[in-house]
């Protein structure tokens, strides 16, 4: 009886192993739901790799293209030096009335400030001695000249008499200049002078305020900026290394970060002499008119021409490939190898179509479709 338990245990325990064995085959079994197996056999380094159907991946052949060299740069909006304009009183005093503003547009003649002083009243009052001078000289004058030819008195004292009446001319202009140079008008006698703007444009500056003491132009800053901003200079740093290909007189296109789709001309007018010594730049001025929308202080793009022209490869924009922040394409090897080169792309020359710079020569081959063949290899 026992043994026939037994024998019976052995044959329950070798069932239950076979049951086992004939799971654990078709748990390890499942490749019948797993996709296709991937077409990249192997990989030949980083840069090159080969597939099973490399003639599933069409290829182009680059172009010939003749372009001029492009460098763009970045720039900001700044007033014309030339045409930025002080606004100043050669009369001191104490402003009463302010009529402009930091911002505001001005056109020329319009009042900005009026200004209480008393260098208005002492050159009235000079004015006023010099004509009551100039009227006794006058009348002296003509008596001596009575008197010369009645014989009462000598030549010599009409002499005297024409040269004091010369003279006192002379204070009447002077006195009269001095008013006009201190703004006051002649036939308003007043202590007031008024300010007005020298030309038309926009205030960019203002270091006065109302009841503020204006002092003489010694060391005492502008009360007013005025700077015509019809043209404008649009300043760019250009690195030592790209200095080659901007030369004066040039044209320049400039878009501004505000207005990307608005293109402007402009023409390279001064190119500095001296580097920034920290990041090995120069300053280059773009003078250009301002249509209206141009801001002091706004970013712009500025791209230079070369008027020397080179030939440069052209490829389908597909065939560009942008991985880790560098543009690839891939050339055909012998076999199904592909060989990933790097490239510097330039403009787009066409639709679908973009310039290398460098990295391939006109007549190379190249996958016309990089990111497939990217994903290809990935897999």
């Not at 991946?57 to 680059?62: D, N, Y």
């Not at 002083?117 to 006794?136: T, V």
């Amino acid at each position: 009886m026992s043994r026939t338990i037994l024998v019976q245990g052995i044959v329950l325990i070798a069932v239950c192993i076979l049951l086992s064995r004939c799971d654990q085959g078709v748990k390890a079994d499942p490749r019948i739901e797993e996709p296709p197996a991937p077409e990249v056999v192997h990989k030949l380094g980083a840069t090159v790799v080969e597939v099973d159907h490399g003639e599933q991946f069409p290829i182009a052949i680059a172009t010939a293209h003749n372009a001029a060299p492009e460098l763009n740069v970045t720039g900001t909006v700044t007033a014309d030096v030339s045409r930025n304009v002080p606004v100043i009183s050669l009369a001191s005093g104490r402003v009463v009335e302010i009529h402009a503003r930091l911002g505001d547009e001005v056109t020329k003649g319009q009042l900005m400030l009026r200004i209480q002083s008393a260098d208005i009243s002492g050159a009235f009052s000079e004015y006023r001695k010099a004509e009551a001078d100039e009227l006794l000289a006058h009348a002296q004058l003509d008596r001596a000249k009575f008197l010369y030819s009645t014989g009462a008195i000598a030549h010599k004292d009409l002499e005297v008499a024409q040269d004091t009446d010369d003279k006192v001319k002379v204070d009447v202009e002077a006195a009269l200049e001095h008013l006009k140079v201190l703004g006051a008008d002649i036939q308003r006698p007043s202590t007031l002078v008024a300010i007005v703007a020298p030309i038309s444009g926009v205030v960019t500056e203002q270091n006065v305020t109302t009841s503020a003491g204006i002092k003489t132009l010694d060391n005492s800053p502008n009360l007013f900026t005025i700077a015509d901003l019809s043209r404008v200079w649009i300043l760019c740093d250009v690195y030592e290394n790209d200095l080659a290909s901007v030369q004066l007189n040039e044209l320049a296109d400039i878009r501004l970060n505000a207005y990307p789709s608005q293109v402007l001309r402009g023409r390279i007018s001064n190119i500095a002499p001296i580097l920034d010594p920290n990041i090995r730049t120069a300053k280059v001025r773009i003078e250009t008119d301002n249509p209206g929308v141009m801001r002091l202080g706004m970013f712009v793009r500025a791209t230079f021409h070369s008027q020397r022209t080179q030939v440069r490869a052209v490829v389908p924009a597909s065939a560009i490939l942008h991985l880790l922040d560098r543009e690839w394409v891939y050339v055909p090897q012998v076999g199904h190898a592909f060989r990933r080169v790097e490239v510097v792309t330039g403009r787009v020359v066409a639709p679908g179509r973009q310039e290398i710079v460098s990295g391939i020569r006109p007549g190379d081959r190249v996958v016309t479709n990089a990111l497939d063949l990217q994903n290809t290899a990935d897999r």
